[in-house]
């Protein structure tokens, strides 16, 4: 009788330490729809590169990672935090049956790249849908905030989120911004794309105390492909260039034209290429943090 009296309060006491430690959770995903939780968090799936980042500030490891089929996609810091992790494929297309055999308890999705097989994601688990590509950079940390509470981690973010701002705020102080219009650009073959205020690397360089421009053709991703005659226009102080090709359309096109040679940035040697793979692809605080370090270390001779 004793016996069961006892076994009968330890089952009691393990199930209320399980949902004391799984307590149901409420984030808004990126429709602004209510997503409810009260899985245990431990097995997450996420695919894009930002979610992996969220996850490695609060050092959770996703058990899989749509990264593209390539590890080295993943920005040093964050793929040692998720060393060991499966990959489930492409980011635009993931494996659903990758992503079924690990059998997860949370999905974290994107909502450009994901919406159309959500209900497939859904039904191997729970599935949160997040704006991570065209996200700006204080819903980039707004996301991470969501996800540390979703794997049950919301103070060890807060912590984390505190430190992050301190230091973004001294390499605010090392980068020589001197409040210039600054622009980051994506450079391709025959496609030159500028990035406004209103996407994430923007919100970096602003963060950092450059001046950033408007949104003033109101793209729905804060950014916009554009000829050389508009970059003029718009007269850059600073570019941060990421070429995805080396022969990109402003290295081996536009470099020689005299209306290049026209742009303030290029008049005063003030044109940094930076790690494409970092500022196009990665998003997050680590990648934030990088990007800065970048920033302070290729501006660190103007005066």
């Given amino acids: ?6 076994f009968g309060a330890c089952a009691l006491i393990a199930t209320l330490g399980i949902n004391a430690a799984f307590a149901q959770v409420t984030v808004k995903d990126a429709k602004g729809n209510n997503f409810v939780y009260d899985g245990q968090g431990k097995r997450v799936v996420v695919l894009e590169f930002s979610f992996a980042d969220a996850l490695s500030n609060v050092d959770v490891k996703a058990i899989g990672i749509a990264d593209d089929g390539n590890s080295k996609r993943l920005i040093p810091i964050v793929a040692e935090k998720q060393a060991g992790y499966t990959s489930v494929g492409m980011r635009a297309q993931p494996s659903l049956e990758a992503i ?22 859904n039904q191997i688990a729970p599935t949160i849908l997040l704006n991570s590509l065209y996200e700006t950079y204080e819903e980039d940390i707004e996301n991470a905030q969501k996800i540390a509470a979703l794997v049950y981690k919301a103070p060890e973010f807060d912590a984390r989120l505190s430190q992050y701002r301190q230091q973004m705020a001294e390499y605010a102080k090392q980068a020589n911004s001197q409040g210039l219009l600054a622009t980051f ?19 970096v360089l602003k963060a ?10 109101n793209s729905p991703t804060g950014r916009y492909d554009t000829s050389l005659e508009q970059v003029v226009s718009l007269q850059p102080q600073v570019m941060f260039i990421a070429n995805y090709v080396p022969d ?8 020689n ?17 930076v790690d494409t793979n970092l500022w196009a692809r990665a998003r997050g605080l680590y990648a934030s943090e990088l990007m800065a370090q970048e920033v302070v270390k290729v501006t660190s001779g103007n005066k």
Avoid: C
């Fill in 208 to 217: 950092l105390g450059y001046k950033v421009l408007n949104n003033d053709l």
């Fill in 185 to 203: 650009n994506a450079s391709r073959d025959k496609r030159f794309e500028v990035y406004t205020g209103q996407t994430y690397q923007g919100g």
């Fill in 257 to 273: 034209n005299p209306l290049w040679q026209a742009i303030p940035a290029v008049k005063n040697n003030y044109v940094y290429d």
């Fill in 1 to 6: 009788m004793k016996l069961t009296k006892i």
């Fill in 248 to 255: 990109s359309i402003s290295n081996a096109v536009w470099k």
């Fill in 100 to 121: 079924a055999a690990l059998k997860p308890d949370l999905i974290i999705a994107d909502v450009n790249r994901h919406s159309t097989i959500y209900d497939q994601l």
